[in-house]
């Protein structure tokens, strides 16, 4: 395969590259022949990128990326000059390779520590409703998580292994005091207006993109801990929504991979993810969020994840290959 920019400070030859309100794309038809895709078809404002193994969908205007109908959520629209679609060239970087690429990732590779963090407890209990807290279904759930992964051979630990209170600096200390390979998922349920449903997955804003849903401000372009592994946690995120999602089945909203400055997710110094398993502000995933069978749907999409996305950055190209 040739090379290209992901992983570059600058496209190489023979990518389309423009300049669009001050930043850099790249063409969908560039994104096209690296990656391979037999078929592209336009239709109107949408394009769908096929081959054997990906079929990707964008939409001119959108922030929006399906792969694999998998939801992501783009730092910047895709956009278009002339009859051209274009992406933004940091989310090439930093979403489509790692997602289409997870062997080329250079700072990921075996591990056998998962450090998992319940949030909240104690003193927080995080969102409520009648069936319960939060804080308490983020503990069930991580327990689930832990004795199927060690019933896989994976070495498990976790920041809180009952009704406790920590903070979040004291929660990124506990993962960072961990000194060999390993990855940390954040569990959570979430609370928001009565109509608001369905899962989502955080990893944190690369440098010079936001928190999700919120206005651009300076300090957004400071390079934090995390962002040492960008791509790594992207490549996680993917792994770890999509399995659930294959687990919960097509009734469940999917509202997609997204990019935020949490901070657990900004402090941990290895591949870092936050889940969202449902809301508790929802009367229907309120009752779901009580039930066993979802608990355990939830936990066994993780460990599925987990498993897969160790495969898939463990098994690295011949250096020929590589960037």
């Known amino acids: 395969m040739a090379t290209g920019p992901a992983h570059s400070a600058a496209p190489a030859t023979g990518w389309d590259v423009a300049k669009i309100e001050g930043r850099e794309y790249v063409s969908v038809e560039s994104i096209k022949r690296f990656y391979n895709f037999a078929k592209m078809t336009r239709l109107g404002a949408s394009v769908v990128l096929e081959n054997a193994k990906v079929e990707m969908k964008l939409k001119v ?4 990326c399906l792969m694999n109908n998998v939801k992501f959520i783009f730092s910047h629209p895709t956009s278009t000059v002339g009859e051209k679609i274009y992406v933004s060239r940091i989310d090439l970087a930093k979403l489509i390779d790692p997602v289409l690429r997870p062997n ?6 075996e591990f056998r520590t998962v450090v998992l963090d319940p949030g909240h407890g104690g ?5 409520t409703n009648p069936f319960g807290a939060e804080a308490t279904y983020n503990l069930k759930v991580a327990g689930l998580v832990k004795k199927q992964l060690e019933a896989k051979g994976f070495k498990v630990v976790m920041t809180r292994q009952s009704n406790v209170f920590l903070s979040l600096q004291e929660r990124v200390d506990f993962a960072n005091a961990i000194k060999e ?5 954040s569990i959570h349920f979430n609370s928001g207006g009565a109509s608001a449903r369905g899962i989502e997955t955080f990893t944190l804003s690369p440098p010079g993109v936001p928190h999700y849903d919120a206005n651009f401000k300076a300090a957004d372009l400071q390079t934090r801990a995390g962002n040492e592994h960008d791509s790594a946690n992207i490549a996680l995120a993917t792994s770890v929504h999509g399995s659930i999602l294959r ?4 009734n469940t909203l999917d509202r997609g991979i997204k990019r935020a400055r949490f901070s657990v997710l900004s402090g941990v110094r290895h591949p870092a993810i936050l889940l969202e398993g449902g809301f508790m502000s929802h009367s229907y995933e309120a009752r779901l969020i009580e039930n066993e069978a979802y608990q355990n749907a939830l936990a066994a999409g993780v460990v599925d994840a987990i498993a897969k996305y160790r495969f898939a950055v463990s098994t690295k190209p011949a250096a020929a290959q590589r960037n």
Do not use: M, S, V
Request: no cysteine.
């Open 123 to 127: 003193k927080d209990p995080g969102a």
């Open 247 to 250: 687990r919960l089945g097509t």
């Open 104 to 109: 080329f990732i250079q700072n990921a590779g």
């Open 181 to 185: 390979r390993a990855i940390y998922i």
């Open 61 to 64: 205007g959108g922030n929006e």
